[in-house]
């Protein structure tokens, strides 16, 4: 049961390091490459906050294997935004106070980001279904909604400008 | 404080950001960027890592412990025992309600999920190998599960240390489970109203046991340096300067040489009150080994072993004339307290503010008894979002004052209003001795049944009811609650003897900036934002410019914590009366500087001015650089003070919930159609913040009132202690919420503010029940027990003989 | 956690062989699915081990078998096995067995009544499976035990020779080999199959 | 909770997948989505000593038509499931119901492949296969069979697939014309197993039900196809009379565990609930 190595692309960054096999992602996020935006709240992927994107796709970092990842590219919360402007996701919580003690923001975030990818103008009941796989304990959720509703407005002005 | 008129002035004003502006947190930027700095992100040099071995067994004896397979799993340091504690006197350690706990298991276990070993390695995955290679044997015993049978003659003996002591911190133990009865209020005033009063009815209202549950589990960091015999502790704790005092009492170490530092804190909702073993066994960790010692609990172990809330058996009566004048109360409780009394109450109150269980109500004679008992579950008692036990106290006023108006066949709005304390009656002192602040109750109802269409609602609902075919029972609930926060008048309440102040101290840098440190510590409630906010106000000074810090015992002074709404009518008093001080020196600095006498100056906003002459003023940047660069004469320099605020009351926080549910008759199924939640806090700093607070209280009283509970088996099996089954609700199943306000700011505070996170929790679990309930009031169903899932709806709907 | 269980599993042997097997603790451990007696303390007492394997699942227990009282009368065994995996999850079985006649000669009904009372992680998370998997592993039990008595030599006297010519020939007395025993309680698909397709048809519900 | 240590194998093919399985035995388990088996080794009640992880197997991901056949690689996931224009022209059951499996993080990790083989009775794709007359195709040394998904589920964790074998296609006839379906999931919240759970496909032609496939998720230790149930509905015009009969022949049938989310009874009715619901549902979109 020896370590093995694992390659990926980590925000943009090629990453390489040995790992046992039984790495779970998230461990290797926070301990290994000293990305804790990442966390770990339930364990048995019912609460989301460990959400990264890896390949397009938002995945439960808990429940994955840092092995599993070898060629892919994982995206973390640290690596939502560019440079020093916000996402618009990012933006959105700020703006309108979608977060409270901030543990679930992270992966909220990531989810978001990639929810608004999957459907651009999403209405309320397609927000809430389309993030259900992250639990808030503070927020009741009803601003989380808002900040989706907030940067999925935001993303479409940018693109009808971009276009 | 009038609001200015003036645009200019109204300019200035907004520029602050002070009170009453719904100012974006300032906490976000980090937390929106993945760089909040929680206890599991803290790394240190050598940092090694603690699991737990716990108990399987709800109660049994230990016959061995065998470390030495564990001890050959590469990587794993140490694995410790409460026969390791003995000689340092650690393995017991006393709790905040004057009982002690084991720190690891000391010969026997009590409860599933004890801590009976740690073990210490260099990473948590070895940790939780060596974990799993202890080898334990135990011998079962018999287990006690049921409060009810806790007192039986031949009941099990949980605390063999307590055998023969017949004294407990709470008076006399009369039995070898029983750890006190306490009660409030004239017992023989009460049995006389019972004994004339035309109406009476008597229901046992249970109040399940339910968890906090925030998403960040308890854990610390523990790193003792052995050369500068120093301890740094970063812990999720709310209220760290306790933790400093507890730590110093138990290692012996002077309060100086202890630093306890809560970092971010990703929730706590009364969760992170108590000291808990696992603190206790990473700090002597590594004050033996002499390195960092991290330990982080997994959710299974924080739903099973930390702190609970609720579990309150009570018999509720109620007395009244037969129009519905509520003339009497009694409340009977059978508390459930798990294998050692950790509530954390102030230690006068083992059942903390209970006798708030008259509510809103005026009613002459009252009476509450409250007996405490051990079984074989984990401690606690915490209070879950709500001040010391106060959810209790309204859940079973608010449901008695249902059953009473469905018994009289009056309206549930109508009966409230009959018994309401009248606004004229403030400050009114209720039969319990507690002295109501402020209220206007009536007015806040009427606002909330004229936005809900309560007349409208109930001619649907009557209709609904007329039509056999309907697939759906309608139901509306109210609850109009009052809440008691802000622990407190410390010569009520104190902590281990500590007074429940709170404390700040603020400090204006020359350049006109400020940094505030403060006793309390947020977990969400955004205090790094609002705190500025009334220093804004009171100082002009920019909220921007404020810089609000918390939670470090070695730069804050002492404060007892952010529990029980305390740090807005606490802590947040100590900021306005701390920001006074620095305001009658500035005063000062600007009558130096102006040439002319205190008396003869104007506040504005941000500045002194001359009286009749505006173009002559000092703002608070002129007088701040003045206070470093030309102090008066005999005045010393700088700008800073600290003011440690002793309230003299409670605050009484109110509001008015209204709620309508659809119950599907073919699953039991419950659908929240709506729910209005209007609140009076009294002076509101941050509307946006509020009405966050607001959603969030209103989620978790959703979660407990329709789902949450902690269920055991005759064996001691918790089941249920994952996210799988503990009921924390999505997005989906969380209903929309309304909210509104009134405004009654309370007397007694410096800015008039009350306190808000908790109204809505404690207000909207009796509002669920009370509308679930009403959905079934026509087939003469006067209570329910929670949650009402939909399985127990089902049941509900069977027994009535209306499920599909 | 608590199950009760109540099981009447009908025997292609006579009533005697049965008790044979059942009044032997030893053979009857060795039923079991996964348990092994490893040690006769004395008359009564012995220590054993159980295996369990549930799909993903692994679970092994040690522990004590006590027989509380050996009926020859009426054919039943009484037995208390009590049991712990290394963490102190704990299980415990309190079994009455009897072995009763069955309505046709040569065939005999096993009738077990058990508490079933299992603590620790596997109440916990495995409540929801406790009473499915009780079954299985009975019902493996059941068929090994039928295994193990069709083994022992047929009666010497046949009780009612009658009967027993008039039952088809390859019923009671061919003494075939027996099928080898599961060891474990596992995913051997067919041996399930088997299992449950006959089970299926003479019982629809558990007790 | 941290799961045992294992070594971890990655196959790029089936053959080479089956041949690791073969030489590794049974310590090895198959990974799929993970999110059953990586918790139950958390919980260290799966300690397997070797992982093969089916995830870069391209072979076994994918939807295609074969003919009349729809044919489902086993690892293809729920969100692809959900996605695919193809199974919603030709069998909107299963978009339909992977939509009301787990949630969307889970639902992009999560197989079907996974959740047939696993054999945990709370699983959904168990009822759908066999309401979907579902042919599993497994693998093995000795190659290829077929098993019907109606009889591979034989008990908690149980199924007709041997211990050497490999789930790789699940085939499945494309709906008939006026063909319509259902699944209906009663829940505690999301990510929560069904408390009860019924798919139903149903053909009605001029009028009267010519086909009817009703099957139970978590009602028992398997999945359980309601025979009886689908007769009371055959050759007869649906009315509410026939969906309460055949309700009441489903709920005949069910054998749950009591747990957290209801007793037996509750379970046994809200079986009855979501058959009724189910073939409404159903009857409606026959078009």
Not at chain 1, 109 to 122: H, S
Not at chain 2, 86 to 102: F, Y
Not at chain 2, 278 to 295: D, E, T
Not at chain 4, 73 to 95: C, H, N, Y
Request: charged fraction near 20%.
């Amino acid at each position: 049961m020896g370590k093995q190595l694992v390659t990926l692309k980590l925000n943009g960054k090629r990453v390489e390091k040995a790992v046992e096999p039984r790495t779970l992602l998230v461990h290797f996020l926070r301990e290994d490459c000293h990305l804790t935006g990442a966390h770990i709240g339930c364990e048995t992927s019912h609460c989301g906050a460990c959400t990264v994107d890896i390949d397009g796709e938002s995945v439960k970092s808990c429940t994955h294997l840092a092995l599993q990842c070898e060629g892919a590219e994982v995206l973390t919360v640290e690596g939502l935004a560019q440079g020093a402007v916000l996402h618009a996701v990012q933006e959105g919580f700020y703006k309108e106070h979608g977060l409270q003690c901030g543990f679930c923001t992270p992966g909220m975030l990531m989810r978001a980001y990639r929810f608004l990818q999957e459907n651009p103008n999403p209405s309320e009941e397609e927000i809430r279904a389309g993030m259900s796989g992250n639990l808030c304990r503070c927020t009741g959720y009803q601003n989380i909604v808002k900040a989706v509703q907030y940067a999925a407005a935001k993303l479409q002005q940018t693109e009808k400008v971009a276009a | 404080m009038n609001a200015p008129t003036d645009p200019k002035l109204l300019e200035r004003s907004a520029a602050l950001q002070g009170l009453g502006d719904s100012r974006l947190r300032k906490e976000d930027a980090r937390f929106i960027q993945g760089k909040g700095n929680y206890v599991d992100d803290i790394k240190m040099p050598g940092m090694l890592h603690m699991d737990i071995v716990r108990s399987p067994l709800a109660h049994a004896r230990i016959k061995r412990i065998d470390k030495s397979e564990a001890l050959k799993i590469p990587g794993v340091i140490a694995v410790l025992t409460a026969d390791d504690l003995k000689p340092l006197k650690l393995h017991w350690m006393p709790t905040l309600a004057g009982d002690v706990a084991a720190v690891l298991a000391d010969e026997k276990v009590h409860f599933q999920m004890q801590e009976v070993a740690v073990v210490i390695a260099e990473d948590r995955y070895a940790a939780a190998d060596g974990v799993e290679a202890v080898i334990v044997e135990y011998e079962e015993l018999p287990v006690l599960i049921d409060p009810h049978k806790a007192l039986l003659p031949d009941a099990p003996v949980l605390r063999e240390d307590l055998a023969g002591k017949t004294e407990g911190a709470h008076g006399k133990r009369d039995h070898h489970n029983h750890i006190f009865t306490w009660d409030a209020g004239d017992k023989a005033a009460a049995d006389a109203v019972f004994a004339s009063a035309p109406v009476t009815l008597k229901e046992h209202i249970f109040y399940p046991r339910v968890h906090p549950c925030p998403l960040e589990t308890c854990g610390c960091v523990a790193s003792f340096d052995p050369v500068r015999g120093e301890l740094v502790t970063y812990i999720t704790s709310q209220a760290p300067h306790v933790v400093r005092t507890v730590v110093s009492l138990l290692s012996g170490l002077p309060e100086s040489k202890i630093r306890i530092v809560s970092p971010d804190i990703g929730g706590g909702f009364g969760n992170k009150v108590g000291i808990y073993p696992g603190y206790v066994c990473a700090i002597v960790a590594s004050i033996v080994l002499g390195k960092p010692v991290k330990w982080i609990e997994d959710r299974i172990e924080n739903i099973s072993s930390t702190a609970f809330a609720r579990d309150y058996h009570m018999d509720g009566e109620i007395a009244a004339t037969a129009d519905g004048k509520i003339l009497g109360l009694r409340v009977n409780v059978l508390a459930d307290h798990g294998a050692f009394d950790a509530c954390a109450d102030p230690t006068k109150y083992p059942a903390g503010m209970f006798h708030i269980c008259s509510g809103s109500y005026d009613i002459p004679a009252a009476y509450c008894s409250v007996k405490g008992v051990y079984t074989n579950k984990a401690p606690g008692g915490v209070a879950y979002r709500c001040s010391f036990r106060v959810t209790e106290a309204v859940y079973v006023i608010e449901r008695l004052v249902d059953i009473l108006a469905q018994k009289l066949g009056m309206d549930k709005a109508e009966i409230r209003a009959k018994n309401f304390i009248r606004k004229e009656q403030f400050p009114y002192t209720s039969a319990f001795g507690f002295e109501y602040d402020s209220g206007d109750y009536q007015t806040a109802l009427d606002k909330v049944l004229h936005a809900c269409d309560y007349k409208g609602l109930r001619a649907e609902q009557a209709q609904k009811r007329a039509d056999p075919a309907a697939k759906t029972l309608m139901g509306i609930g109210l609850a109009t609650f009052t809440e008691v926060v802000g622990a407190g008048p410390s010569k009520m309440c104190d902590i281990l003897g500590v007074g429940m102040f709170d404390s700040c101290e603020i400090r204006i840098h020359p350049t006109g900036s400020a940094i505030a440190r403060m006793g309390t510590i947020t977990q969400g409630q955004g205090h790094q934002t609002t705190y500025a906010q009334i220093i804004a106000t009171e100082l002009g000074i920019p909220s921007e410019v404020i810089q609000v810090e918390e939670g470090d015992t070695s730069t804050a002074p002492y404060g007892l914590g952010t529990y029980g709404s305390r740090s807005t009518p606490v802590a947040g008093a100590a900021i306005a009366l701390a920001a006074r001080k620095i305001h009658a020196k500035a005063r000062k600095i600007a009558a130096h500087l102006l040439e002319v006498g205190e008396n003869d100056l104007d506040w504005e906003i941000d500045r002194f001015k001359v009286k009749g002459d505006d173009a002559k003023f000092k703002t608070m940047k002129d007088i701040s650089w003045a206070a470093y660069n030309q102090p008066p004469p005999g005045l010393e320099p700088g700008l800073e003070a600290v003011h440690y605020y002793d309230p003299p009351n409670f605050t009484f926080p109110f509001g008015i919930y209204l709620c309508v549910v659809d119950i599907d008759r073919g699953t039991g199924e419950t659908k929240v159609r709506r729910f209005y939640a209007l609140d009076d806090c009294g002076t509101r700093i941050n509307p946006m913040i509020i009405e966050g607070q607001i959603h969030g209280g209103l989620t978790e009283g959703y979660a407990v009132a329709m789902g949450q509970q902690m269920p055991f088996d005759a064996q001691g099996n918790l089941l249920g202690n994952t996210l799988m089954d503990y009921f924390l609700p999505t997005f989906v199943e969380t209903p929309h919420w309304e909210t509104d306000h009134t405004v009654t700011p309370s007397p007694h505070h410096p800015i008039g503010a009350k306190g808000v996170a908790e109204s809505p929790h404690v207000g909207s679990i009796p509002t669920f029940t009370s509308a679930v309930v009403d959905a079934f009031a026509h087939l003469g169903v006067k209570h329910m027990v929670m949650p009402h899932s939909a399985y127990r709806v089902w049941q509900q709907l069977k027994a009535s003989g209306v499920a599909l | 956690m608590e199950v009760k269980l109540e099981k009447r599993y009908p025997l292609d042997v006579d009533a005697a062989r049965a008790w044979l097997v059942l009044r032997d603790v030893k053979a009857v451990a060795e039923c079991m699915p996964g348990a092994a007696i490893t040690e006769q303390v004395d008359a009564t007492h012995f220590k054993g081990s159980v295996k369990v394997k549930v799909g993903p699942a692994n679970a092994a227990f040690a522990g004590d078998i006590e027989v509380l009282g050996l009926d020859e009368t009426t054919h039943t065994l009484q037995l208390l096995g009590k049991g712990a995996d290394r963490g102190g999850s704990s299980a415990s079985m309190n079994l009455a067995a009897t072995v009763e006649p069955g309505d046709t000669a040569g065939t005999s009904v096993l009738v077990g009544v058990a508490e079933v009372v299992v603590n620790g992680k596997f109440a916990q998370f495995g409540g929801r499976l406790m009473v499915q998997v009780s079954d299985m592993l009975l019902a493996q039990f059941a068929d090994n035990f039928r295994a193990a008595a069709a083994a022992l030599p047929g009666p010497q006297v046949a009780v009612a020779p009658a009967a027993a010519e008039s039952a088809p020939a390859a019923a009671a007395v061919k003494a075939a080999p027996p099928p080898a025993k599961v060891n474990e309680i596992n995913g051997l698909a067919i041996m399930w199959t088997l299992i449950k397709g006959w089970f299926a048809g003479l019982f629809g519900k558990r007790a | 909770m941290i799961p045992p240590g294992f070594d971890y194998h990655a196959p790029r093919s089936v053959a080479d997948a089956i041949k690791l399985l073969g030489s590794l035995g049974p310590d090895a388990k198959l990974l799929a989505g993970g999110h059953s088996l990586l918790p139950m080794m958390k919980l260290r009640f799966a300690q397997p000593a070797h992982l093969i992880d089916l995830n870069r197997i391209d072979a076994l991901r994918g939807i295609r038509e074969d003919g009349n056949t729809i044919v489902i690689g086993a690892m293809t996931v729920e969100r692809d499931l959900i996605g695919s224009k193809l199974l919603q022209a030709k069998l909107p059951l299963l978009p339909d119901a992977a939509r009301q499996i787990a949630d969307p993080q889970v639902r992009n990790r999560g197989t079907i492949g996974g959740d047939i083989a696993h054999g945990d009775p709370g699983n959904d794709h168990p009822a759908i296969s066999i309401a979907l007359d579902a042919t599993f195709v497994l693998e093995g040394p000795k190659g290829q069979r077929q098993v019907r998904a109606d009889g591979f589920f034989q008990g908690t964790y149980m199924t007709d697939m041997a211990e050497d074998e490999i789930l790789v296609e699940i085939r499945v006839p494309a709906f008939a014309p006026k063909t319509g379906s259902a699944y209906e999931k009663l829940k505690r919240k999301t990510g929560d197993w069904a408390t009860a759970a019924a798919a139903v496909v149903l053909r009605i032609d001029g009028g009267v039900v010519s086909h009817a496939r009703i099957a139970l998720t978590n009602l028992a230790p398997t999945a359980l196809r309601a025979v009886d149930a689908e007769a009371a509905l055959l050759g007869k015009p649906l009315s509410d009379a026939t969906i309460q009969d055949a309700a009441a022949k489903a709920m005949a049938i069910c054998d749950p565990a009591d747990d957290l989310r209801g007793d037996r009874d509750y379970k046994t009715a809200m079986a009855g609930q979501m058959v009724q619901r189910a073939i409404a549902k159903a009857a409606a979109r026959c078009q």
